[in-house]
């Protein structure tokens, strides 16, 4: 079993619960991965024979382009297509960090993380 990690994805959307985050949006990073036998590619060398880890980028950049007010929708969202559009992934997880979030007080960012398995 293998793992592919896209690490430090960023991302500028227009998550959030408060109106001002749906017209001022904020920074995101992702770490998206995906676990399989990936042992094929180990010999033939072939993309073919992988996940296209710009894909699965492309995949969380589209759907980070649609406003959820909860980064867990979101993650949901990118989770599904990305387990949909490669059957033979056996494990994929993804955290999604929100930068400097509205509060009340400062903190350096909020996150959440999930994992699913098919």
Request: proline share 3%; charged share 25%.
């Amino acid at each position: 079993m293998g793992r592919i990690t896209v690490n430090n994805l960023q991302v500028y959307a227009y998550h959030g619960c408060f109106s001002e985050e749906n017209k001022i949006g904020g920074e995101y990073n992702l770490n998206i991965w995906v676990e399989g036998d990936f042992s094929k590619a180990e010999t033939t060398d072939s993309i073919s024979d992988t996940v296209d880890y710009v894909a699965i980028a492309d995949i969380a950049c589209n759907e980070m382009a649609t406003p959820s007010k909860l980064i867990e929708h979101v993650a949901a969202r990118i989770l599904s297509k990305i387990l949909s559009n490669w059957p033979e992934i056996k494990k994929s997880g993804l955290t999604i960090k929100k930068l400097s979030p509205p509060m009340n007080e400062y903190v350096e960012s909020v996150e959440y993380t999930i994992e699913k398995s098919q």
